[in-house]
């Protein structure tokens, strides 16, 4: 059982960034690949960044890609998500996620539903 608590969410301007953190409990989480997906009302959830059980390789859409960056530490615990040169449209819930198959030819680059969730923190860009 993996717990993920997401934190460092909030308002910004445009053009502004932001880090978000994300803690993880339980003795397996550096054997699950890690990824930070976000939501706005009324779309479906999205992919922004995933990162490989040992942080060996990354992926990002093309929305993001260039201003953000995941990365993960597993003598800690923690996976992180660096953003940069925000935009309005990256206005959303972010959540931290675990435990998925990743598939780089997809373009989500995620096989199925993660097996575990954060509750999801808020980012607010503004213009």
């Known amino acids: 059982q993996v717990q993920l608590v997401e934190s460092g969410g909030g308002l910004v301007q445009a053009g502004g960034s932001l880090r978000l953190s994300c803690a993880a409990s339980g003795r397996t989480f550096s054997s699950y690949h890690m990824g930070w997906f976000r939501q706005v009302p009324g779309k479906e959830r999205e992919v922004v960044a995933v990162t490989t059980w040992n942080g060996g390789n990354t992926y990002y859409p093309d929305s993001v890609k260039g201003r953000f960056t995941i990365s993960r530490d597993n003598g800690k615990n923690t996976v992180t998500l660096q953003m940069n040169s925000l935009k309005p449209e990256d206005t959303a819930v972010y959540y931290c996620?675990?435990?998925?198959?990743?598939?780089?030819?997809?373009?989500?680059?995620?096989?199925?539903?993660?097996?575990?969730w954060g509750q999801g923190t808020q980012v607010t860009v503004s213009s």
């Open positions: 996620a675990a435990d998925f198959f990743i598939s780089p030819s997809s373009p989500s680059f995620v096989h199925g539903p993660p097996k575990y």
